[in-house]
């Protein structure tokens, strides 16, 4: 899913190519993707973007007398922008924003479609759309570990919660907590004032971090790779690969269709997490610290060249 390092991208690259710009056409490709009645479509035609905001993970186009489309990628929604009228990709493309020097062309690689688009009118119906999150960038140290404490959840839910937190979701929360040195499983009450304070420092920096990255990649260009997993991420998709500060093998916690990576000798002295899954499959087998692990792949090493 575009978070809010990607999200931030996205609207820095539309500015330049949008704002000012009179939306001439919207073509939907999917009669799902809008999901408001009022007001229509049409309302927008002719329209000028004033200015493009973030809202949690969402993308909001403001126009003339409190009028706003508000764009939500979900997992699989993905931006391009394309010579004026392009046509839309059969099954992958949803919908189309004509502007006079090029089109917004939205696509979904998945089978189930999730993701939406809002025509709103009026400043209360846009607030409507806003999970409430806080914006870490300006939240006080103090705000800050009151919202982790809210709840008791593990810090991997709670920092991914998006009625605590504005933009972050499972890529940039394993980034965060490998930064922090934090297990993502331990609880948010539990947290010491130091460790929350570790917590936000950490967050600022990677996601200051990896929003310039992805516009130094990005350069002048429209971003067009938008993916969860990258080769420069310290711990997210990496699993098996050396932690980059100590070497020791990531692991993950699946769950559904959900994935956590983290680091155990950075983030939990050396402890293997149980994974729903496998830890149940293996029991007495499974792996609890990272000697054990390692002596698992001894036996499975001596046996493979015994046979």
């Known amino acids: 899913m575009p978070e809010l390092p990607d999200i931030e991208v996205y609207i ?108 709103l009118r009026g400043a209360a119906a846009l607030a409507l759309h806003d999970p409430g999150g806080m914006d870490l960038f300006t939240a006080s140290a103090e705000a800050f570990r009151e919202a982790l404490r809210r709840e008791n959840h593990t810090l991997k839910r709670t920092l991914t919660d998006p009625r605590l937190f504005s933009g972050i979701g499972n890529w940039v929360s394993d980034e965060i907590l490998h930064h922090a040195k934090l297990s993502p499983v331990k609880m948010s009450q539990a947290l010491t004032d130091d460790e929350c304070d570790r917590l936000l420092d950490s967050t600022r920096i990677v996601l200051r971090l990896w929003t310039g990255l992805l516009r130094q990649q990005a350069g002048d260009k429209f971003p067009e790779k938008v993916t969860a997993f990258r080769p420069e991420m310290a711990v997210h998709g990496k699993f098996g690969k050396p932690c980059p500060v100590c070497s020791a093998p990531v692991q993950r916690i699946v769950y559904e269709s959900n994935e956590t990576n983290y680091c155990p000798r950075c983030q939990t002295g050396g402890k293997i997490l149980a994974d729903r899954a496998l830890s149940r499959l293996l029991k007495a087998d499974w792996p609890r610290t990272l000697e054990e692990l390692e002596e698992s792949h001894q036996r499975l090493k001596s046996a493979a060249l015994k046979s």
Not at 65 to 80: K, P, S, T, Y
Not at 93 to 118: M, N, Q
């Open 12 to 119: 820095g690259a539309l500015e330049p190519r949008v704002i000012g710009q009179a939306l001439q056409r919207i073509r939907l490709g999917s009669p799902f993707l809008l999901r408001s009645v009022d007001p229509p479509l049409k309302a927008f035609e002719g329209q000028t973007v004033r200015r493009l905001s973030r809202l949690g993970k969402r993308i909001v186009f403001h126009f003339n007398d409190e009028l706003f489309l508000v764009l939500h990628l979900m997992i699989a929604g993905r931006l391009h922008w394309r010579t004026a009228g392009a046509p839309l990709v059969r099954k992958l493309g949803l919908a189309a924003f004509d502007f006079p020097e090029g089109s917004l062309v939205l696509t979904e690689a998945a089978s189930k479609k999730r993701t939406s688009l809002y025509a």
